[in-house]
C-alpha cells in the first residue's frame, strides 16, 4: 500500500460508514499486493538504438530499412498518410483504426537519397529516413515540418516489455494541440502531459491533468502546413511539449520540441499533411467515421439527482410552464435499485416506462447512466449471468478482481473480449424496455473507489485482447472504448431502426465511432468555464467532434452571472446538458432570478431555432471529419493571430462565437478572419482581418455570421427555412444543407447553395448537378441594412 493508498483510505474512514471504509483500504492492500506478485521487476536494463543502416528492402507503397539493432517499416497509404513502425511493428492490431489499415499506394517507392539516407515520396510529404535513423517529414516543397531523432529503448535484462523514448523536433513556428481532452488548452504549453485515462477525483480546472480522456494524438501548426501524428500505442506514458521560438533571421531560429515516452507497446505511428480540414479527413478515414445522433440529441438535456418520478415531472412541468425547450431527460444513478447497474428502484420509479412514453409525447427522451461495475452480489441477475459468461477482469492468479465503488465490492467486465462486448450489448435491452432512448457512460476509465479518489483495476489484472492476452497496463486507456463499442453494437441489433445515442466520460482514439464524450466534473467557477471550451475544442482537432461540459460545473453553486454565461456558451456546443450538481444550492433557469430566466430562455429557444445547422454539422463531421466546433485558424492556419485566439471558435464555416469569460464583462473583444462578418443580433457589419470591441451585455454573447452564408435554421412552424445572410456588393457566399429526418439510416443528399449580390439585390440558387437551380426551401435575407 503506497502513500497515495493510505491517504485516500484514511479519507475514506472519515466520509463513509466503517464497513465501506474496511472495503477501501482492504481493496487498496489488495490492488497493491496483486501488482507487486503480478508484474515482474524491472531490474536491469538494456539500452538500444537503432544503430546505422544495414539493408533496405523495396515493397509496394514503401519497405524495410534493416538497422544494425532494429528495423523500420514504412508506408504511404491510399489515403495520403504515412505510417512507419520500429522493430518491424506493422499498423495492426489496433484499437484506433476503424477494420484494417488502408492499403499501400503503389506509385510511392522507397529510394535512395543523399548521405546514405533512403525516402519514401508520398502525394503529400516526404519521408526521409537517415543511415542512423531519423525520421524528418518535409512538405512537396522541401520544407522540414518534423524530424523524429533516432528512438531509444529500455529493455529488462530478464525479458519483458520495453520502454522507449521518441525525441522529435518541428518548425519554430508551430504550434501544438490534441493530445486527447485538455483543460489547459486548446493549444498545448511548454509541459508535461500524461497518457493515462484519469479520473482526478474531485472537481478539476485549467491545471488539472491528466483527465478522462487522453491519447497519442497531436496536430501541430505551422507556416509550411498542418501535420498530425498518432504513436499508436495505449500503454501509461507522457508528452513533454516545447514551443519553438523565431529569431532573427535564418538559423537564429530554436526548433521546438516533443518527446514521447512509453512504459510498453509498439513504437509505430501515423502521420497526416495537410490543411486541418484534409489531415482530419484522413484521420477519419484511418479511425473511423463519426457517430451520427439522431435529432433529438442535438437539442437541449438537463439533469440532476431526480430521487422519484414526480420530481421529473415536477421538473419537466418547470421548462413547460415558463417556455423553456427541453428535449432530453438524464436520470442518474439515483434511479437505480441500491445503486446496482441495469435495475431500477421500483419503489421510487415504480411506472418508469409509463414516464418515458409521457415525455416522448411531449418531444423528450429519457436517457439512463450507465457505468461498468457489477456489484459483485449473487442473486443479482447482472453479475450471475457475467460470471455464467466468464466476463469479468481476472488477476495472474486466475481470481475475478472485486475493487470498490458506491454499493460496495464490484466486478468489471473485460471489454477486450468480443464474447464480454456481446453479453453486455445484450443487456441494454432492459433500458430500452424501461424507455430509455440514450446512454451516458460514466466512471469508464474505469474508476474504482469514486466516492474518495481515483483508483483503477491493479495494473496486472488479466485481459483477453482479442486474445493476444496482456494486462491493465495495456488495456487501461482503451477500456472505455470497447464498453462503448459494445454499448453501440448492441443497441445496433436491438434497435436497428434507430441511430444509438451514447456518450462516454473516458476514451481513446477511435472513440468517435460509437458516439461522443463530455467533459466530467469541471470545477464550478469562470476557470473551469474556460476550460469548458478548451476541451471541446481539443477533443475536436483529435477526431472527436461531439463532446460538451456541464452548464453550471460541478462541486459548487455558479452564481447567476456564471450560471448564465455558461449556459449561453454551450447552445452552441454540440452537446448542450445543464446539471444540477449535488452540492448546488440551486440549478434550474429559474432559480436565478426572473432577469437571468428570460435570457436563459433566449439561449435556449435560439438552440433550437440552430437545429437544422447543427444536424447539418453532424453529417459534415461524419462524413468528412470536420469538428462541429473549430478553431479560429481552421480555415486560415498561417493566420498567426487567430492561431493564439482560445477564447473565441467557429460553429461550422458560419458562425463565429466569442463566449464572455470573465465576470463582469459587458465588452469583448474579438479577433475576426477576413471578411464581412455580421452581428447576428444587430445585423451590424464589422470588415476582417482585425481585432473588433463588441457589446456584451448580460442578455447574450456576441455571435457574428460570415456575410454570404445560408444557414439552416427552423422556422416560426417548425419547418426549416433558409437564413441567408447578404454578401458584400459584388462578393460571393454559400452554404450547405443536410435535410434529416432525425433518425434512421438513410443518407440524405448535400445540397450547395450559393449566393451572391451583383447589385442591391441578393440572388440565392441551390447548386446542382444540372446547374444552378431554384432553392428548394424557404429563404429569408438578413444583412442588407448593412
Known amino acids: 500500500m503506497d502513500g497515495r493508498d493510505l491517504v485516500r483510505s484514511v479519507k475514506a474512514v472519515g466520509s463513509a460508514g466503517a464497513a465501506q471504509s474496511w472495503l477501501t483500504v482492504r481493496a487498496a492492500w489488495r490492488r497493491r499486493r496483486t501488482d507487486a506478485s503480478g508484474l515482474p521487476a524491472r531490474g536491469a536494463e538494456r539500452a538500444r538504438v537503432p ?95 518534423r524530424r523524429d531523432l533516432p528512438p531509444r529503448w529500455w529493455e529488462p535484462v530478464g525479458g519483458g516489455q520495453a520502454r522507449w523514448m521518441q525525441r522529435s523536433e518541428v518548425a519554430a513556428d508551430s504550434r501544438f494541440f490534441g493530445l486527447g481532452g485538455r483543460a489547459s488548452g486548446p493549444r498545448l504549453r511548454d509541459g508535461t502531459y500524461r497518457l493515462w485515462n484519469t479520473d482526478p477525483g474531485r472537481a478539476f480546472g485549467p491545471g488539472d ?108 412541468g418547470g421548462y413547460h410552464e415558463r417556455g423553456l425547450p427541453l428535449d432530453a431527460v438524464h436520470l442518474d444513478i439515483d434511479h437505480f435499485d441500491a445503486q446496482r447497474v441495469f435495475t431500477v428502484d421500483q419503489d421510487r420509479f415504480p411506472k418508469l416506462p409509463v414516464l418515458a412514453e409521457e415525455l416522448r409525447r411531449d418531444g423528450i427522451r429519457l436517457v439512463s447512466r450507465v457505468e461498468p461495475a457489477v456489484r459483485a452480489q449473487p442473486g443479482y441477475a447482472v453479475y450471475d449471468s457475467g460470471g455464467a459468461e466468464d466476463a469479468f477482469v481476472r488477476d495472474p492468479a486466475g481470481q475475478v478482481v472485486r475493487g470498490v465503488v458506491r454499493p460496495g465490492e464490484v466486478v468489471h467486465p473485460d471489454f477486450t473480449r468480443a464474447r464480454t462486448r456481446r453479453w453486455w450489448g445484450g443487456l441494454y435491452e432492459e433500458r430500452l424496455s424501461q424507455g430509455f432512448a440514450g446512454f451516458w457512460h460514466d466512471m469508464d476509465e474505469p474508476v474504482s473507489l469514486t466516492a474518495f479518489g481515483e483508483a483503477t483495476l491493479p495494473r496486472s489484472a488479466r485481459h483477453d485482447l482479442e486474445g493476444r492476452g496482456g494486462d491493465h497496463r495495456e488495456a487501461h486507456n482503451v477500456y472505455a472504448l470497447g464498453m462503448a463499442r459494445a454499448a453501440y453494437e448492441g443497441l445496433r441489433e436491438l434497435a436497428p431502426r434507430e441511430r444509438p445515442f451514447l456518450f462516454s466520460r473516458s476514451g ?54 456564471m450560471y448564465l454565461r455558461w449556459l449561453q456558451l454551450s447552445a452552441y456546443l454540440p452537446l448542450f446538458r445543464t446539471r444540477v450538481s449535488p452540492r448546488a444550492e440551486r440549478g434550474e433557469p429559474w432559480e436565478f432570478g426572473d432577469e437571468i430566466l428570460g435570457h436563459a430562455r433566449v439561449a435556449l429557444v435560439e438552440r433550437r431555432r440552430l437545429l437544422p445547422y ?42 463565429l462565437v466569442a463566449p464572455v469569460l470573465d465576470p463582469g464583462a459587458d465588452r469583448r473583444a474579438v479577433q475576426l478572419p477576413r471578411g464581412r462578418w455580421y452581428d447576428v443580433v444587430t445585423e451590424k457589419a464589422y470588415e476582417g482581418p482585425g481585432q473588433v470591441l463588441i457589446d456584451a451585455p448580460l442578455s447574450r454573447i456576441p455571435v457574428l455570421v460570415r456575410a454570404g452564408a445560408v444557414l439552416p435554421v427552423r422556422g416560426d412552424d417548425g419547418s426549416v427555412e433558409l437564413e441567408v ?21 438513410e443518407e440524405p443528399e448535400i445540397e450547395r447553395y450559393v449566393t451572391r449580390r451583383p447589385g442591391k439585390c441578393v440572388v440565392v440558387e441551390r447548386d446542382g448537378e444540372d446547374g444552378p437551380g431554384e432553392p428548394s426551401l424557404p429563404v429569408r435575407v438578413r444583412g442588407l441594412g448593412a
Open 209 to 316: 491533468d491528466p483527465l478522462y480522456l487522453t491519447m497519442p494524438v497531436q496536430m501541430v501548426l505551422a507556416d509550411a502546413a498542418t501535420h498530425l501524428v498518432f504513436h499508436d500505442s495505449a500503454w501509461d506514458g507522457s508528452v513533454t511539449l516545447r514551443e519553438g521560438e523565431e529569431g532573427a533571421g535564418s538559423g537564429h531560429d530554436r526548433a521546438g520540441t516533443s518527446e514521447l515516452r512509453m512504459d510498453g507497446g509498439p513504437l509505430r505511428c501515423w502521420v497526416m499533411v495537410g490543411t486541418p480540414a484534409r489531415v482530419l479527413q484522413t484521420w477519419a478515414s484511418l479511425t473511423g467515421a463519426a457517430a451520427l445522433p439522431p435529432a433529438w440529441a442535438l437539442g437541449h438535456h438537463h439533469t440532476r439527482r431526480f430521487g422519484n418520478e414526480q420530481e421529473v415531472r415536477r421538473i419537466v
Open 614 to 655: 447543427f444536424m447539418t454539422l453532424a453529417h459534415l463531421a461524419r462524413r468528412t471529419g470536420a469538428p462541429y466546433v473549430r478553431p479560429m485558424w481552421w480555415n486560415v492556419p498561417e493566420d498567426r493571430a487567430l492561431r493564439d485566439c482560445e477564447d473565441a471558435f467557429m460553429l461550422g464555416d458560419c458562425l
Open 508 to 561: 481513446w482514439a477511435g472513440s468517435q465511432r460509437y458516439g461522443g464524450t463530455w467533459s466530467g466534473e469541471v470545477a464550478t467557477g469562470w476557470p473551469g468555464l474556460r476550460a469548458s471550451l478548451s476541451l471541446v475544442v481539443g477533443l475536436g482537432l483529435c477526431g472527436v467532434p461531439f463532446s460538451g461540459p456541464d452548464v453550471g460545473g460541478f462541486g459548487g453553486s455558479p452564481s447567476p452571472e
Open 725 to 745: 445572410w447578404a454578401p458584400a456588393r459584388g462578393r460571393t457566399g454559400g452554404g450547405l444543407v443536410v435535410a434529416d429526418r432525425g433518425d434512421g439510416w
Open 51 to 145: 544503430g546505422a543502416v544495414l539493408s533496405v528492402e523495396p515493397a509496394p507503397g514503401g519497405g524495410v530499412v534493416r538497422f544494425a539493432r532494429s528495423q523500420l517499416r514504412i508506408a504511404v497509404a491510399v489515403n495520403g498518410a504515412v505510417f512507419w513502425g520500429w522493430d518491424g511493428a506493422g499498423p495492426g492490431p489496433s484499437y484506433a483504426l476503424a477494420g484494417e489499415a488502408p492499403e499501400p499506394d503503389p506509385r510511392a517507392v522507397l529510394e535512395p537519397d543523399k548521405d546514405g539516407a533512403w525516402r519514401v515520396v508520398a502525394e503529400r510529404m516526404t519521408v526521409v529516413v537517415s543511415r542512423h535513423g531519423a525520421v524528418e517529414v518535409l512538405t512537396p516543397g522541401g520544407v522540414s515540418l
